[in-house]
T-cell receptor
Framework: DTEVTQTPKHLVMGMTNKKSLKCEQH?????MYWYKQKAKKPPELMFV???????INESVPSRFSPECPNSSLLNLHLHALQPEDSALYLC??????????????FGAGTRLSVL | AQRVTQPEKLLSVFKGAPVELKCNYS??????LFWYVQYSRQRLQLLLR??SRESIKGFTADLNKGETSFHLKKPFAQEEDSAMYYC???????????FGPGTRLSVLP
């Protein structure tokens, strides 16, 4: 299994809702990442988990809350989002963190719309 | 700030023509450089990384530290090469990973 699986594929939520995005990989990778990608823009790094510990938070607002329950799973909990948070959210994983040229494998993404 | 620039938003070439997608990066020690590609309706995937010095799908990229460039080249473009190409880099401490703005390559028949 060489895939990173993200669910749901699409999500529409109101500004008062609480929802979660899920990411799963079974490649034995120890680093997992969340990216945000707006239309016609490159992915922007949000969070990095290494060995199930948060190692990088790129100054992301607290309405986004990551969680890594185990080495195969990565969640992104969403609460009180704004319409400008509408974007494609990508999850990725790599054997180790990206140094030494470790390849990141990307999921297909969750397209989020905040109304 | 670590930066990656790709000067062309869109590059159109005819099938069989050579193609070069430009990438320049801000200098900071010994970065690691990558090219990622996203074909239509597919997920983002790695194409090349500079430490491997490999050729994938006929593409090559050479790291030029003097010019701080990592241009992607292919001698004969194919229609199936049409995609969005992102150059990306880490810093030398592996603390940061940044994508360039991307170049959309369109190979015309």
């Amino acid at each position: 299994d060489t895939e990173v699986t993200q669910t749901p594929k699409h999500l529409v939520m109101g500004m008062t809702n609480k929802k979660s995005l899920k990411c799963e990989q079974h490649m034995g990778h120890r680093a997992m990442y969340w990216y945000k990608q707006k239309a016609k823009k490159p992915p922007e790094l949000m969070f990095v988990y290494s060995y199930e510990k948060l190692s990088i938070n790129e100054s992301v607002p607290s309405r986004f809350s990551p969680e890594c329950p185990n080495s195969s799973l990565l969640n992104l909990h969403l609460h009180a989002l704004q319409p400008e948070d509408s974007a494609l959210y990508l999850c990725a994983s790599s054997q180790e963190r990206w140094h030494d040229g470790n390849i990141q494998y990307f999921g297909a993404g969750t397209r989020l719309s905040v109304l | 700030a670590q930066r990656v620039t790709q000067p062309e938003k869109l590059l159109s070439v005819f099938k069989g023509a050579p193609v070069e997608l430009k990438c320049n990066y801000s200098y900071s020690g010994s970065p690691e450089l990558f090219w990622y590609v996203q074909y239509s309706r597919q997920r983002l995937q790695l194409l090349l990384r500079h430490i491997s010095r490999e050729s994938i799908k006929g593409f090559t990229a050479d790291l030029n530290k003097g010019e701080t460039s990592f241009h992607l080249k292919k001698p004969f473009a194919q229609e199936e090469d049409s995609a969005m190409y992102y150059c990306a880099r880490t810093d030398n401490y592996g603390q940061n990973f940044v994508f360039g703005p991307g170049t959309r390559l369109s190979v015309l028949p």
